[in-house]
């Protein structure tokens, strides 16, 4: 069965620090891969997501970069955080774009 | 531009109750997908039904039952004889064919109460 991990599972950071969030998934091959954010009040925000190795699509322009350098492996970067950067990430796989997309268990991340 | 609108912020019931939650959508397209997801306090989404633009049938799945109706795009989501685990935030979320991005509701948070 497939399966999704992200980590830290919870983050403080200052302002202006760098960011790297990692996210794998195990029991698939070529998935498609996703970084969703969601702020307070709930709303959850497609940042980026990719079809394969080395193919990254942004959705919103912002202060957030993504990479996909191995297959299952998808990683959230900033080279400096805001405080607008707080919020909780979420990664999620499908097999196909189409397909239903499985979220990991998100991390949670201060910018203080 | 696809939307999605759950108009309930937030529902409270005594457990036991039916609870409906509300789902409404706007797409141009005629071929897309809807989702329902529960967030619980732990916050990872867990996937509950998917339903394509040609299915309109009503599915069951437990105490979980789904209204799609493309007449008034709805896609409405009851829990019968609700429990206290029930309790979270459920999202309603859209995908159209030819996109690829999931665009979801703000969520109805649900509170079940002993």
């Known amino acids: 069965s497939q399966t999704i991990h992200q980590w830290p599972a919870t983050l403080v950071q200052p302002v202006g620090s760098p960011l790297s969030l990692e996210c794998t998934v195990e029991g698939t091959s070529n998935p498609n891969l996703y970084w969703y954010r969601q702020a307070a009040g709930r709303g959850l925000q497609l940042l980026f997501y990719s079809v394969g190795i080395g193919q990254i699509s942004s959705e919103v322009p912002q202060n957030l970069s993504a990479s996909r350098p191995q297959d299952r492996q998808f990683i959230l970067s900033s080279k400096k955080l805001l405080l607008s950067d707080s919020g909780f990430y979420l990664c999620?796989?499908?097999?196909?774009?189409?397909?239903?997309?499985?979220f990991g268990p998100g991390t949670r991340l201060t910018v203080l | 531009a696809q939307k999605v609108t759950q108009a309930q912020t937030e529902i409270s019931v005594v457990e036991k109750e039916d609870v409906t939650l509300d789902c409404v959508y706007e797409t141009r397209d005629t071929t897309y997908y809807l989702f329902w997801y529960k967030q619980p306090p732990s916050g990872e989404l867990v996937f509950l039904i998917r339903?394509?633009?040609?299915?309109?049938q009503n599915e069951i799945s437990g105490r979980y039952s789904w209204n799609f109706q493309k007449s008034t795009s709805s896609f409405n989501f009851t829990i019968t004889a609700s429990q206290v685990v029930d309790s979270a935030v459920y999202f309603c979320a859209l995908s159209e064919a030819r996109g690829n991005k999931l665009t979801f509701g703000t969520g109805t948070q649900l509170k079940v109460e002993l």
């Open positions: 999620a796989w499908s097999v196909r774009r189409q397909d239903t997309q499985y």
């Open positions: 339903r394509n633009s040609f299915d309109e």
